[in-house]
């Protein structure tokens, strides 16, 4: 079956760093997926992780896969004022060509000056 | 370059009405997704299209249908709405090449509000 989920809320001062994390389960993903999305706002793309990867790194985004457990996590370094949002984790299952995203509930950071 | 656009931004509708949402992709994407979010949820899939063709479609009834125009942009329709269809609208465009790969991911426009009075 398809469930994503994630933590709902996460506080963080300024200049630190923030772990926003998401399980999943189903094993046939192949692709999973961070979206941030502002209040009235579409969702941005951060970043995406293969699922034969262990981590990526994109400027002040690490993401870290583990497989077995089905956990995935975001970590944004020093963190700042304009990165609070709601942060989507997604995964895209690969079926006779169909990548329809299956999204958490998301995780709103609030980031304190 | 542009990204996905959509039309309207916002909407209000009565119960029971019809309505049409508009998205145009990523120029070269030749696949469009729609998702419906409800407040305070994630996003939830409702259809893809790709090269005019239905690829995949989520769970909701058949009051929700959609197409895809040659010039790869789509539109969605709900019929018959009920307060519940309240929810922003999402599209996406990706390139779905078929060999798979970063290609696939997809990219998001700002949405429609849709309000059912």
């Known amino acids: 079956g398809e469930d994503v989920e994630q933590s709902l809320f996460l506080s963080v001062r300024e200049g630190d760093s923030s772990v926003i994390n998401c399980t999943y389960t189903?094993?046939?993903?192949?692709?999973l997926y961070w979206y941030k999305q502002e209040p009235g706002a579409g969702l941005q793309l951060l970043t995406y992780?293969?699922?034969?990867?262990d981590m990526k790194q994109d400027q002040r985004l690490t993401v870290l896969l583990n497989k077995k457990d089905k956990h995935l996590s975001l970590r944004i370094a020093d963190t700042q004022t304009g990165d609070s949002a709601i942060y989507f984790c997604?995964?895209?299952?690969?079926?006779?060509?169909?990548?329809?995203?299956?999204f958490g509930s998301g995780t709103r950071l609030q980031v304190q000056p | 370059d542009a990204g996905v656009t959509q039309s309207p931004t916002h909407l209000i509708k009565t119960r029971g009405q019809q309505v049409t949402l508009r998205c145009s992709p990523i120029?070269?994407?030749?696949?469009v997704s729609w998702y419906q979010q409800v407040l305070g949820q994630g996003p939830q899939f409702i259809f893809q299209?790709?090269?005019?063709?239905?690829?995949g479609r989520g769970n909701f009834p058949d009051r929700f249908s959609a197409r895809q125009f040659p010039n790869y942009s789509s539109e969605l329709n709900v019929n018959a709405l009920l307060l519940g269809d309240s929810a922003l609208y999402l599209c996406?465009?990706?390139?779905?090449?078929?060999?798979?790969?970063?290609?696939?991911?997809?990219?998001f426009g700002p949405g429609t509000r849709l309000t059912v009075l």
């Open positions: 189903d094993s046939s993903s192949t692709y």
């Open positions: 299209y790709y090269e005019k063709e239905e690829r």
């Open positions: 992780i293969f699922s034969n990867m």
């Open positions: 997604a995964e895209s299952l690969r079926d006779t060509g169909r990548r329809a995203l299956t």
């Open positions: 120029s070269g994407h030749k696949s």
């Open positions: 996406a465009s990706s390139y779905l090449d078929s060999s798979g790969g970063a290609k696939d991911t997809q990219y």
